[in-house]
Every structure is written in structure tokens, then in C-alpha cells.
Nanobody, 125 residues
Framework: QGPLVESGGGFVQAGGSLRLSCATS????????MAWFRQAPGKEREFVAT????????YYGDSVKGRFTISRDNVKSTVYLQMNNLKPEDTAVYYC??????????????????WGQGTQVTVSS
């Protein structure tokens, strides 16, 4: 088990909600930008959301703006992704990622240092 562990995925009908959690094990990830990416079958991994360590600024992919919210609980060392009004096209494996250096946002998966194992989200129409 790595330092990032996702949970909260599952099966939901279109229009429903899920909250994903990313627990950090053995490391607080203070000073790290945290992010969520997703990968659907046959597609490349896609940026979903990120939250900078400095200032707690949040950024979202165009396809999820207004529906998803990334947040962080430093006491629990956990990052969340609240997903509302889910659509079938949101079906994917969702990954949590961390990158040291928390002032500027990072949108490219290659920038990230740590990854979780992923959690499956399936949205039915």
C-alpha cells in the first residue's frame, strides 16, 4: 500500500453524487499540491481537479467545472473530491496524486510525484 489510498468509488445513476477520499498514509503531504485525475477505458489519463498547498487555490477541468469540488482536511490528512450531477461520461478510474511545491498549480500528470491505486466510478444512464 502506497502513501495515497483512494476510496469512495462505486456505482451511481446519472444525476447522483459521490464523494471520493484520498487518505495519506505515513506522510502528511504538507507543502504538496494535491490533485485528482481520471482515466476511462481506451482513453488517456485526464486532469480533473487540483488544490494548491499555498493559498488553497482550486482549479478544475472544463468537463467537471461547476459539478466537482476538491477540498482538503489537513487534520485528517485527507483530500476529497465531491462529485455532483454525475454523468455517464464521468465513468472512469479516479486517481489521487501529490506534487511537492505548493504555489503554482500543476495540470500535467507527469508533474506529480505520488499516485494512489485508483478507485472505480461508474455512472449509469
Amino acid at each position: 500500500q502506497g502513501p495515497l489510498v483512494e476510496s469512495g468509488g462505486g456505482f451511481v445513476q446519472a444525476g447522483g453524487s459521490l464523494r471520493l477520499s484520498c487518505a495519506t498514509s505515513g506522510h502528511t503531504f504538507n507543502g504538496f499540491n494535491m490533485a485528482w485525475f481520471r482515466q476511462a477505458p481506451g482513453k488517456e489519463r485526464e486532469f480533473v481537479a487540483t488544490r494548491t498547498w499555498t493559498g488553497g487555490r482550486t482549479y478544475y477541468g472544463d468537463s467537471v467545472k461547476g459539478r466537482f469540488t476538491i477540498s482538503r482536511d489537513n487534520v485528517k490528512s485527507t483530500v476529497y473530491l465531491q462529485m455532483n450531477n454525475l454523468k455517464p461520461e464521468d465513468t472512469a478510474v479516479y486517481y489521487c496524486a501529490a506534487k511537492l511545491g505548493g504555489k503554482n498549480p500543476n495540470f500535467n500528470e507527469k508533474d506529480y510525484d505520488y499516485w494512489g491505486q485508483g478507485t472505480q466510478v461508474t455512472v449509469s444512464s
